[in-house]
């Protein structure tokens, strides 16, 4: 009897695009709503209808980004290259080393150090979200008819925060000191998680500008009219559907209001270019003859790969 002949194909596991997909369609669909439509109250306190699924999308981004990180170091450090790529590991942390390790690794230069203080902020932020501590709010009213109140938050007796929390709070509140991002989960609001897109988006679009397709390229998340109508105001959607995180990272920061769009720009350093365009990559191009059955007729232009691949990484030669 002849044998079967068999055959197979390797893939890995990723759910980056999904889970950033979901983070934002939860926050669409869910959370905008309410937020316009309490757009001029005070936050905290944040409505369950807009805080539940803005805490939800704050752990699918972070989450997404620590895929997706691992994606990178696994096509360049795991995966078969042939010939084998010299200077392995590129990347000096590992695949079970927290977000938070990875992104200080990652962002080593010194000009990229507030948007690792951003990034581990957000994960400080999805931290408190994770892991329950389960403060005490105090609610506090005075003023003529006890017009102005406002509203603290306190750990319980013998529960302390973690070592990196501690670094990146406030003295006295319980938000983070660059980004204010609640430590408190019932405060997360729709803007906080419009600020962790933006942050993401920069990295995301940083690491590509770096390390090319297919290595740090997340790849393109469509947006359909029946979902995103109410994000994407202004759309011309008979000429195309929304599909770059450009777009989205562009969409969401327009759906706040003037006052919330401003708080974002003065946190973020007063350039919201840097989190709403994408970063541009200079590709120097070869050019290689190509023969023909009829000789040469023309010079075939070739992206060559990315320099990373062969160079020795920063944190050796440092």
């Given amino acids: 009897m002849a044998k079967r002949e068999k055959s197979s194909k390797k ?37 369950a209808g807009e805080n539940v699924s803005a805490a939800a999308a704050v752990m699918m981004l972070a989450t997404g980004l620590d895929y997706h990180l691992c994606r990178l170091k696994y096509l360049r450090d795991v995966a078969k290259h042939t010939p084998a790529l010299p200077h392995t590991p590129y990347f000096n942390w590992s695949f079970d080393d927290s977000l938070s390790f990875k992104i200080q690794r990652l962002l080593s230069g010194r000009r990229e ?22 403060y005490t709010i105090t609610h ?12 603290t938050a306190k750990l319980p007796p013998g529960v302390d925060h973690r070592q990196k929390t501690v670094q990146h709070k406030m003295q006295r509140c319980e938000f983070s000191r660059t980004l204010k991002l609640p ?17 993401l988006y920069r990295l995301l679009s940083l690491l ?24 994407f105001t202004g759309w011309d959607w008979t000429r195309s559907h929304p599909r770059e995180l450009e777009d989205w990272a562009q969409a969401f920061f327009r759906s706040l ?43 075939e232009k070739v992206a060559p790969k990315p320099d990373f691949l062969s160079k020795p990484p920063p944190w050796r030669s440092a």
């Fill in 257 to 299: 209001s003037f006052p919330d769009q401003a708080k974002i720009v003065a946190k973020l350093g007063g350039n919201i270019a840097l989190y709403t365009k994408k970063t541009k990559r200079t590709v120097r191009l070869k050019t290689r003859k190509r023969r023909s059955s009829l000789g040469m007729i023309f010079l």
């Fill in 208 to 231: 590509e500008s770096r390390y090319g397709n297919p290595y740090a390229w997340v790849g393109g998340i469509t947006a359909y009219e029946d979902q995103t109508k109410p994000l």
């Fill in 140 to 151: 506090s009213w005075a003023g003529v008819e006890f017009s102005h109140g406002t509203m």
């Fill in 183 to 199: 430590l408190v989960p019932t405060w997360v609001s729709y803007v906080d998680a419009v600020v962790c897109i933006l942050v």
């Fill in 11 to 47: 893939s890995v596991s990723n759910l980056s695009v999904s889970l950033i997909e979901s983070a934002f369609l939860i926050l669409v669909e869910n959370s905008l709503p309410v937020y316009r439509h309490n757009i001029d109250r005070k936050r905290p306190p944040v409505a």
């Fill in 113 to 134: 150090s507030r948007l690792q203080r951003q990034l581990v902020e957000l994960t400080v932020c999805r931290d408190a979200i994770v892991h329950p501590k389960f």
